[in-house]
């Protein structure tokens, strides 16, 4: 099976700018989960959608939504970009549940914002 | 708020020896744990996982340990390789099957040859 793929891989915008970042999950899997990655923080969690329904949240402003669709493919759209989001944006996908294999991810996302 | 812990933002161990890696957590509602293992410029790759009703889990070279009451897992990798070299992420969630998982800052495990 083929991995998840996350489209672009690097991505270089200014602030103000909205960016769209995309995610092709394992095919089969439902789930589909975001996190954003940053040197201080770690992973944190965004979203999860589930059958094109967000099922799980994070704690991050409004401006991070993100949409999926029937075919489980999911996009993650940043509004009015500031500097803090530079980070790398990781999509995972799962079957539904963790079970015991965990989410499988992909490559990420390398967002810059001047 | 940290609410998973990983406090050696590094490590060195020696082929062949014994790498451990700890994890504690303060959120007494996490009943799922994983450790992630990730190598640069690609995403976090599953490990092992353990749920709150067991206090050990074995996949080969890899266990992982879990105390309850000190709210405390760790990581053991017997015998270490120099592929094993990379950073090592915990992860923690609410409800065994729940997709949000709260992850630690990562420990970078570097296997001296």
């Known amino acids: 099976k083929a991995g998840v793929t996350q489209t672009p891989r690097y991505l270089i915008k200014t602030r103000g700018q909205q960016v769209t970042l995309s995610c092709s999950p394992i095919s089969g899997h439902r789930s589909v989960s975001w996190y954003q990655q940053t040197p201080g923080q770690g992973l944190q969690f965004l979203f999860e959608?589930?059958?094109?329904?967000?099922?799980n949240k994070g704690n991050f402003p409004g401006r991070f939504s993100g949409r999926q669709f029937s075919n489980s493919r999911s996009e993650m759209n940043v509004s009015t970009l500031e500097l803090g989001d530079s980070a790398l944006y990781l999509c995972?996908?799962?079957?539904?549940?963790?079970?015991?294999?965990?989410?499988?991810f992909g490559p990420g996302t390398r967002l810059t914002v001047l | 708020d940290q609410q998973v812990k990983q406090n050696s933002p590094s490590l060195s161990v020696q082929e062949g020896r014994i790498s451990i890696l700890n994890c504690d957590y303060t959120?007494?509602?996490?009943?799922?744990f994983l450790w992630y293992k990730k190598y640069p410029a690609e995403g976090p790759t599953f490990l092992i996982s353990i749920s709150s009703i067991k206090d050990k889990n074995e996949d080969g070279r890899f266990t992982v340990f879990l105390n309850k009451s000190a709210k405390h897992l760790s990581l053991h990798i017997v015998p270490s390789q120099p592929g094993d070299s990379a950073v090592y992420f915990c992860?923690?969630?609410?409800?065994?099957?729940?997709?949000?998982?709260?992850f630690g800052t990562g420990t970078r495990l570097t296997i001296i040859p």
């Open positions: 995972a996908s799962s079957l539904d549940g963790l079970m015991e294999v965990g989410q499988f």
């Open positions: 992860a923690a969630s609410a409800d065994f099957g729940n997709e949000k998982l709260t």
């Open positions: 959608y589930f059958s094109e329904t967000q099922r």
């Open positions: 959120n007494s509602m996490f009943d799922y």
